[in-house]
């Protein structure tokens, strides 16, 4: 016998309002960015991300279920569903997982009748995963009376293939001209093919550095030396930030070089002192609950 699916956003459950018939999802959805390096064959890949995912949701509202006509059905699912902040999508046929949604809007309905209609609810999930619902406790005895420091605790990942190259920007949250940081970096390099200039002696390496948004290319990071594939880890550098010269508060992940795939974790902290990594939005082991 087929379950019948329930759908719940946020804290409300929509079975009373309509009865699911189909839910439509990608069954694999990435956003790919290739280049093209000189005049060699193909393209190169610069990088590849989750991109957002939408869910539609096929029903019918029955007026049996809510004692309320189609119309009025319709505006309570409005109401409900209306907000400009994501809420926990979860579908019963996905017990482990919830999506981290908001509502796009509903396609046009057949409101010939009061009591039955079908009716689609598109819902967009913006970081194109699905999450876990299992929790895990940690102990945060290492972090208690520590303050939170964190300017960036940010991931991305990239291919390097070019001698010298700013490969990723990310922005910092506030201006930290003349203030004390420390910055730490945490790499997985993957598909090491070693050096785009064998005759060069330099690298290959990966350091952080905001010249592009301050005129002074100094590095923020100590230097990452790469000899193949795996994970790597700075040691915490302590800078005086320089001032910014424009509009833009960016640093960068500098590659030197380097053929490889990268995926790397950056914390820029205010102070003298580098948190530990584990467990914080910076360590890969935060991850470990996604499923992509």
Same mark, same amino acid.
């Given at each position: 016998?087929k379950?019948? $699916?329930?759908v719940?956003f946020?804290?409300?459950?929509?079975s009373? =309002?309509?009865?699911?018939?189909n839910?439509?999802?990608?069954?694999?959805y990435k956003?790919n960015?290739? @280049?093209?390096?000189?005049l !060699?064959?193909?393209?190169?890949?610069?990088y590849s991300r989750?991109?957002k995912t939408?869910?539609?949701?096929e029903g019918? $509202?029955?007026?049996?279920n809510s004692?309320l +006509?189609v119309a009025?059905t319709?505006?309570?699912l409005?109401s409900l569903?209306s #907000?400009?902040?994501?809420?926990q999508l979860?579908l019963?046929?996905y017990p482990?997982r919830?999506f981290d949604?908001i509502?796009e809007?509903?396609?046009?309905?057949?409101?010939t009748? @009061?009591?039955i209609?079908?009716?689609?609810?598109?819902?967009?999930v913006p970081d194109?995963i699905?999450h876990s619902?299992?929790?895990?406790t940690f102990d945060?005895?290492p972090?208690?009376?520590v303050?939170?420091?964190?300017?960036?605790?940010?991931h991305?990942t990239?291919?390097? +293939?070019k001698l010298?190259?700013?490969i990723?920007?990310?922005?910092l949250?506030?201006d930290?001209?003349?203030?004390?940081i420390?910055?730490s970096?945490?790499?997985i390099?993957t598909n090491y093919q #070693?050096?785009v200039?064998p005759?060069?002696?330099?690298g290959?390496?990966?350091?952080?550095?905001?010249?592009w948004? /301050?005129?002074?290319?100094?590095?923020?990071?100590n230097?990452i030396n790469?000899?193949?594939?795996?994970?790597? /880890?700075?040691?915490?550098?302590?800078?005086t930030? !320089?001032?910014l010269?424009g509009?833009?508060n960016? $640093?960068?992940v500098? +590659?030197?070089?380097?053929n490889?795939t990268?995926?790397v974790?950056?914390?820029v902290?205010?102070g003298?002192?580098?948190?530990?990594w584990?467990?914080?939005?910076?360590?890969?082991?935060? =991850?470990?609950?996604?499923? /992509?």
């Amino acid at each position: 016998m087929k379950k019948v $699916i329930t759908v719940t956003f946020g804290d409300v459950d929509l079975s009373p =309002y309509f009865i699911v018939s189909n839910i439509t999802m990608p069954f694999l959805y990435k956003d790919n960015k290739y @280049d093209q390096v000189g005049l !060699s064959d193909g393209e190169q890949l610069t990088y590849s991300r989750n991109a957002k995912t939408p869910i539609t949701i096929e029903g019918t $509202i029955l007026s049996e279920n809510s004692d309320l +006509t189609v119309a009025e059905t319709r505006d309570q699912l409005i109401s409900l569903l209306s #907000g400009n902040v994501t809420k926990q999508l979860k579908l019963s046929n996905y017990p482990d997982r919830y999506f981290d949604a908001i509502f796009e809007g509903t396609q046009e309905y057949d409101g010939t009748f @009061d009591y039955i209609a079908k009716v689609d609810l598109v819902f967009m999930v913006p970081d194109g995963i699905a999450h876990s619902v299992a929790t895990q406790t940690f102990d945060n005895t290492p972090y208690k009376d520590v303050p939170v420091n964190f300017v960036i605790a940010s991931h991305a990942t990239a291919s390097a +293939t070019k001698l010298d190259w700013d490969i990723i920007f990310m922005d910092l949250s506030e201006d930290l001209s003349g203030k004390i940081i420390t910055t730490s970096v945490k790499v997985i390099v993957t598909n090491y093919q #070693g050096k785009v200039d064998p005759n060069n002696s330099t690298g290959p390496s990966i350091n952080i550095r905001d010249g592009w948004s /301050t005129g002074v290319f100094n590095n923020l990071s100590n230097d990452i030396n790469v000899t193949g594939n795996g994970v790597y /880890t700075s040691v915490p550098n302590t800078v005086t930030k !320089s001032p910014l010269t424009g509009k833009n508060n960016q $640093i960068s992940v500098h +590659t030197y070089n380097l053929n490889a795939t990268i995926e790397v974790w950056i914390k820029v902290e205010i102070g003298t002192t580098a948190s530990p990594w584990s467990p914080n939005p910076a360590d890969p082991e935060y =991850y470990t609950n996604t499923i /992509t």
